[in-house]
């Protein structure tokens, strides 16, 4: 994971703007370079995963243009072969330095011929123009605001901009920025055709995309490890990878002392994959000491996405600590897919679908968002095989029927796809969906709300929440939340556009609470 930075004029207080960028050094430890860029500056810190040669440093420059990019491109090796057929020589291994002859041969169509997870800033020597661009679901963060001169500035984190810029909002993934204007060029929710392939058919081709998905993550020139919750999908990836790796891959698990759920199960894949396998347990204390900082390192004040950041959280800084991993696995973008458990109650295909549309087009501000700060702030890069574009765009495209919870287990179509494979024990591949939150330890959720509850009056609360018009508390919780948001960045809660709740019209959905375990279908998911 790295960090980078475009300012696109004249920085009329350079050490404001290195003050900025120096917040997410965490990000890339290894280097920083900052380099003029016409009347501005491209910047860049370095974690070096793919050419770890100093000639892999960035910015990359091609006459009088330079290029950083925070990203992986997967397959980037045929790419620079073409390339290199056509008169361009390349001095590292570093896959990010094919963008600029990229867009010197075909501009900016080259976005939409990328396979990747990525978040880049050019500057055209011969145009004098700033470009920049972010992969088709915002895996890699981007984020833009102006200054008060009404420069426009490219940042990684929100935390790179505050001080810099008046109003911070995050890069719309898929697009890119050229001549003043954001151009999509890559809708990942517009299905151009329903897949209407038999169910074998549509499981057998989940079972070889996700497949193909993971194997192209595990190519890295830096050490690689696994998130395993114990959950479908966090054991998937990690069985796949363990198939195809010719040593036996670490494999890494979290939860609360008294009432971990996940770490068993955790164990029981991790045992019959033959990983590995790492237990980090974590304390009431170390949940409420590390609250503000990982409020800080988010950038959120939703609920969902702190609670699910504190095991997580916790978990790579163990790993940081204590191992020399550059890389890690994960099983984030399932539930978009394939439901959630509130996705049960989706009243018709069709509602399912929008669902899923609408999640998948608000990622980069939940989960990826979640997985990519926890992760990044301990100098790990995070590598999602579930986003895989390819993977992405066919389950999409499945009749929403068969997506749709009518088989009585939910994400029955992943579930039936590795089916009988031996690539997991039943009682994992068949295990009930427990939401990260949950599954680390009812216990964690609990004695957040219980701090919450007890950090408050009644009266405070209902005062205190009058003050936010936008995404107003509606819990103490959610409270207790937006005020540390707003002491790291005042007056900049439009980053996120709401809060992650169930679908609220839907029968059995109106709850006040995100967490599973309020709904009447969550049964057996704490067990």
């Known amino acids: 994971m790295c960090s980078i930075i475009g300012y696109c004029g004249p920085v009329p207080d350079r050490t404001v703007f290195d003050e900025g960028f120096s917040r997410t050094k965490s990000r890339g430890p290894d280097d920083t370079r900052v380099l003029p860029a016409g009347p501005g500056l491209l910047g860049f810190h370095r974690l070096a995963i793919m050419g770890l040669s100093p000639e892999g440093m960035?910015?990359?420059?091609?006459?009088?243009?330079?290029?950083?990019?925070?990203?992986?491109?997967?397959?980037?090796?045929?790419?620079?072969?073409d390339l290199r057929h056509r008169g361009y020589t390349f001095?590292?291994?570093?896959?990010?330095?094919?963008?600029?002859?990229?867009?010197?041969?075909?501009?900016?169509?080259?976005?939409a011929m990328l396979d990747a997870e990525f978040a880049c800033v050019l500057y055209d020597g011969e145009t004098g123009e700033f470009i920049a661009a972010r992969d088709p679901i915002g895996i890699r963060p981007l984020y833009y605001g102006r200054d008060p001169q009404g420069t426009l500035v490219f940042a990684s984190e929100p935390k790179n901009l505050t001080g810099l810029v008046d109003r911070i909002m995050p890069f719309p993934p898929g697009h890119y920025y050229k001549g003043g204007k954001f151009t999509c060029y890559r809708d990942m929710t517009r299905v151009k055709e329903v897949c209407r392939d038999d169910l074998e058919?549509?499981?057998?081709?989940?079972?070889?995309?996700?497949?193909?998905?993971?194997?192209?993550?595990?190519?890295?020139?830096?050490?690689?490890?696994?998130?395993?919750?114990?959950?479908?999908d966090s054991s998937l990836v990690c069985a796949i990878a363990a198939q195809k790796s010719k040593t036996p891959i670490q494999t890494f698990a979290i939860g609360m002392e008294e009432d971990a759920i996940d770490l068993k199960y955790a164990r029981e894949t991790?045992?019959?994959?033959?990983?590995?396998h790492t237990e980090v347990y974590m304390t009431r204390e170390e949940v409420l000491s590390s609250l503000p900082e990982v409020v800080r390192l988010l950038g959120t004040y939703d609920i969902t996405t702190i609670r699910a950041s504190m095991g997580m959280y916790l978990c790579c800084k163990a790993i940081h600590k204590k191992t020399g991993l550059r890389v890690l696995l994960t099983g984030e973008i399932s539930d978009e897919l394939f439901g959630y458990k509130y996705t049960d109650f989706a009243p018709t295909a069709q509602a399912f679908q929008e669902e899923a549309a609408k999640r998948l087009r608000e990622l980069h501000m939940y989960d990826v968002l979640r997985a990519d700060r926890c992760i990044s702030v301990n100098s790990l890069e995070a590598r999602v095989p579930f986003g895989d574009l390819d993977f992405v765009e066919y389950v999409m495209a499945v009749d929403p029927e068969k997506k749709r919870n009518t088989y009585g287990k939910g994400k029955y179509l992943l579930r039936h796809a590795f089916e009988g494979t031996g690539l997991l024990p039943d009682s994992i591949l068949w295990r009930e969906k427990a939401a990260f939150s949950d599954a680390v330890g009812h216990s964690m959720v609990d004695y957040l709300k219980q701090?919450?509850?007890?950090?408050?009056?009644?009266?405070?609360?209902?005062?205190?929440?009058?003050?936010?018009?936008?995404?107003?508390?509606?819990?103490?919780?959610?409270?207790?939340?937006?005020?540390?948001?707003?002491?790291?960045?005042?007056?900049?809660?439009?980053?996120?556009?709401?809060?992650?709740?169930?679908?609220?019209?839907?029968?059995?959905?109106?709850?006040?609470?995100?967490?599973?375990?309020?709904?009447?279908n969550y049964g057996a998911s704490g067990l």
């Not at 960035?58 to 997967?74: D, H, R, T, W």
């Not at 499981?203 to 890295?220: M, N, Q, Y």
């Not at 991790?270 to 590995?276: C, E, L, P, V």
């Not at 009266?459 to 409270?479: D, I, V, W």
């Open 451 to 520: 701090y919450a509850e007890s950090y408050y009056t009644d009266g405070e609360y209902q005062t205190l929440r009058q003050k936010y018009t936008h995404a107003q508390p509606f819990t103490k919780e959610s409270l207790l939340y937006r005020e540390l948001f707003e002491q790291y960045y005042p007056g900049q809660s439009e980053m996120v556009l709401d809060f992650w709740m169930p679908n609220k019209t839907w029968p059995g959905c109106d709850v006040n609470d995100p967490s599973a375990r309020v709904l009447s």
């Open 91 to 111: 001095h590292s291994d570093s896959d990010c330095e094919l963008l600029l002859p990229l867009y010197r041969e075909y501009g900016t169509d080259m976005f």
């Open 201 to 232: 058919t549509v499981c057998r081709t989940i079972r070889e995309k996700l497949t193909a998905g993971v194997e192209k993550r595990l190519i890295s020139d830096a050490p690689v490890g696994f998130l395993l919750s114990g959950g479908l």
């Open 270 to 276: 991790a045992d019959y994959i033959g990983s590995r």
């Open 58 to 81: 960035q910015p990359f420059a091609l006459g009088s243009s330079l290029a950083v990019c925070n990203g992986e491109l997967y397959g980037f090796q045929a790419l620079r072969e």
